[in-house]
């Protein structure tokens, strides 16, 4: 069994854990630019009877 797994956290989590503290190790002229890479943006769009009624961004 995966470490993570025994950890108790999916491999999503798992690998966002990983990444923040990859971007938090890089040295510091290039940690701005890995930062900028941690914003994700997710648009989401409720349907109802085929034509999109909502729209959210997170």
Do not use: C
């Given at each position: 069994?995966?470490?993570?797994?025994?950890?108790?956290l999916?491999?999503?989590?798992?690998?966002?854990?990983a990444a923040?503290?990859?971007?938090?190790?890089v040295?510091?002229d290039?940690?701005a630019?890995?930062?900028?890479?941690?914003?994700?943006?997710?648009?989401v769009?409720?349907w109802?009877?085929?034509?999109?009624?909502?729209?959210?961004?997170?």
């Amino acid at each position: 069994m995966s470490a993570w797994r025994a950890a108790g956290l999916n491999y999503i989590n798992y690998s966002n854990i990983a990444a923040k503290l990859l971007r938090q190790a890089v040295k510091s002229d290039i940690r701005a630019d890995a930062m900028k890479r941690s914003d994700a943006h997710l648009k989401v769009t409720k349907w109802q009877d085929g034509k999109p009624i909502k729209e959210s961004t997170f």
